[in-house]
């Protein structure tokens, strides 16, 4: 959380960009592509966390996915230096790849459907090290229990199966199972959304609490805004497959430069009054992802657009007063837009 300056970048994305074909008709004709992910560069230091939000579509689990090449990018690079060993992630094959994926691990949003109905708990914690052939069976059994308690559940219940579990409960074996390898980077896709809300604060404390005893770096992927505020060091915002700004947490809170950051911090329900009545209602939905608008692909629905908006693409640029912070508008040196109070 301090310094970060010191720290040497984990994760390096350049330009990446990953598209999906539409299909049509009995041949299934390539008729367009979903720019799911068009052209997003940013980094990860090591022992941070970057939370990623934005509304829905806006292609935050595509790159979680595209980092540990569960998809293959259109386009761009993705390293990941470990110990100074850098993996290229977009162009590892095999053993190379294997052995990348040694160092990320992902946890998902639902701890229903995520956690194999058929295998003990003890089992699930232990698959990534059988996958990755590590350790003697007697070792991994011991890891797998110490991991157990480390998440706050008893070792005894090992042989137990995950419907015998509470939704709390199985996401914390779900964090049990990606820290059994040890891994560098945790992708965190939603991890709490589904989780009551009393419930939420402790899965989220338990992995801040990892996060530090074990060194890890994290993605913290999610829509809602209070969540990424309470656990990220640096927020990025995407909307439509592009990054429009990406700062450290309490500068993006206090004073975001972009509109949609303004509207998205805008939405945040306040303890006492619920939903602000100063809510930013964007005009119009997303625009169509395979057909998205020219210039800045949010001038659509920006209360602050301009004629420039509308035809010229703006680049991501370093703020002159925080060489951390970064936006994509041509109107964020004229705008004083609202943060969260
Ligand atoms: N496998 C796929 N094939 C085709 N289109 C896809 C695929 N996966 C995602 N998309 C499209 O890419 C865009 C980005 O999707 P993505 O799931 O990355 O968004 P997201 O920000 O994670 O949204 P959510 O908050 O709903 O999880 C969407 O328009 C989606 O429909
Ligand atoms: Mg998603």
Request: net charge neutral; hydrophobic share 35%.
């Amino acid at each position: 959380m301090n310094q970060p300056h010191s720290r040497p970048r984990l994760l390096q994305v350049r330009d990446l960009k990953k598209h999906f074909p539409v299909q049509k008709g009995t041949l299934r004709r390539v008729v367009g592509q979903v720019r799911a992910v068009d052209g997003v560069s940013f980094y990860i230091l090591e022992g941070e966390t970057l939370g990623l939000v934005g509304e829905s579509g806006s292609g935050k689990t595509t790159v979680g996915r595209c980092i540990n090449r569960l998809y293959r990018p259109t386009a761009g690079t993705i390293e990941m230096c470990i110990d100074g060993t850098v993996y290229d992630i977009t162009r590892a094959e095999k053993e190379e790849l294997k052995q990348a994926r040694r160092h990320i691990q992902m946890i998902f949003q639902d701890p229903y459907s995520s956690l194999n109905p058929r295998m003990t708990i003890g089992d699930i914690i232990q698959e990534p090290l059988v996958i990755h052939r590590i350790g003697t069976p007697e070792e991994r059994r011991h890891r797998a229990e110490e991991l157990l308690e480390k998440v706050g559940l008893d070792k005894d219940q090992m042989n137990r199966f995950p419907h015998q579990f509470s939704g709390g409960q199985r996401q914390r074996i779900g964090v049990a199972r990606a820290l059994s390898i040890a891994p560098r980077l945790v992708i965190c896709d939603e991890p709490v959304s589904a989780l009551d809300v009393s419930i939420q604060a402790q899965v989220l404390n338990l992995l801040a609490d990892l996060q530090d005893e074990f060194r890890l770096t994290l993605l913290f992927i999610s829509h809602d805004m209070s969540v990424v505020e309470y656990i990220s060091d640096r927020v990025m915002v995407m909307y439509l497959g592009k990054i429009v700004e990406v700062a450290p947490t309490d500068i993006i809170y206090q004073r975001p430069r972009h509109p949609y950051t303004e509207a998205l911090l805008s939405a945040i329900p306040k303890p006492g009054v619920g939903t602000s009545k100063d809510r930013i209602i964007l005009p119009g939905g997303i625009p169509d992802p395979a057909h998205p608008p020219p210039g800045c692909t949010f001038h659509t629905r920006c209360l602050y657009a301009q004629e420039i908006c509308r035809t010229k693409e703006p680049a991501l640029v370093a703020l002159p007063d925080n060489p951390d912070a970064f936006v994509a508008c041509h109107r964020y040196g004229e705008l004083t837009l609202r943060g969260f109070e």
